[in-house]
């Protein structure tokens, strides 16, 4: 019922910069916390970044400094920008939206299918 859409993942050297989008479709009524995840080869994956629908922010200690979580909700989408990229920074970057279909805010987490991000030294 609820798809989401990832795009703008790449190769990319190090110290340069990326912006990942990520649009919710479907049935929407409601939509609380989005952020950004990833998981780097032979490692588990690891919350990056979260925004809440009145858009406080947290993010990993990584990644602090270097990445900006974005939202607009009169579109459904989240934004990741990635400056001042690392190598260690590569990994499958996933979006997550909790998400509700009901009247009644019954919110769950909704994916989407992974977008690859590749830092080059």
């Known amino acids: 019922q609820v798809q989401l859409v990832e795009s703008g993942g790449g190769l990319v050297q190090a110290g340069g910069s990326l912006r990942l989008s990520c649009a919710a479709s479907?049935?929407?009524?409601?939509?609380?916390?989005m952020g950004w995840y990833r998981q780097a080869p032979g490692k588990q994956r690891e919350l990056v970044a979260v925004?809440?629908?009145?858009?406080?922010?947290n993010y990993v200690d990584s990644v602090k400094g270097r990445f900006t979580i974005s939202r607009d909700n009169a579109k459904n989408t989240v934004y990741l920008q990635m400056n001042s990229l690392k190598p260690e920074d590569t990994a499958v970057y996933y979006c997550?939206?909790?998400?509700?279909?009901?009247?009644?805010?019954?919110?769950?987490?909704?994916w989407g299918q992974g977008t690859l991000v590749t830092v080059s030294s």
């Open positions: 925004i809440t629908s009145s858009g406080s922010t």
């Open positions: 997550n939206a909790k998400v509700s279909s009901t009247p009644w805010y019954d919110f769950r987490d909704a």
């Open positions: 479907g049935r929407i009524l409601g939509i609380n916390d």
